[in-house]
């Protein structure tokens, strides 16, 4: 119910913008997480943004990423700008939903590839 984009290869100096944007009848999207993982490392946390407007970031990841969200249309997105060789992993965005449906659960995307080169 959620899916990424953005991602891609690029050198070091560079920005992307991910998105992730969650799916479904008449769904309601009330959080999201921004994570990372790099080959042979822990998931590691980037950002969180609710619905209220309430963000927090990593600490060695908040001068150079932003994440920001479009609630009405159920998009969240993660601006990465100075992007480093070690901001190289796969990006996923996990997040709360409500559906009529199936009420209030957590999901994940499967993630998008950012690969930065030096």
């Known amino acids: 119910q959620l899916v990424e984009s953005g991602g891609g290869l690029l050198q070091a100096g560079g920005s992307l913008r991910l998105s992730c944007a969650a799916y479904?009848?008449?769904?309601?999207?009330?959080?999201v997480a921004w994570y990372r993982q790099a080959p042979g490392k822990q998931r590691e946390l980037v950002a969180t943004?609710?619905?209220?407007?309430?963000?927090t970031y990593a600490d060695t990841l908040k001068e150079r990423f932003t994440i920001s969200g479009d609630f009405p249309t159920n998009t969240v997105y993660l601006q990465m700008n100075s992007l480093r060789p070690e901001d190289t992993a796969v990006y996923h965005c996990?997040?709360?939903?409500?559906?009529?449906?199936?009420?209030?659960?957590?999901?994940w995307g499967l993630g998008t590839q950012v690969t930065v080169s030096s």
């Open positions: 479904g009848h008449a769904l309601i999207l009330k959080d």
């Open positions: 996990s997040g709360n939903v409500w559906s009529p449906t199936r009420g209030p659960e957590g999901v």
């Open positions: 943004i609710t619905n209220e407007g309430s963000m």
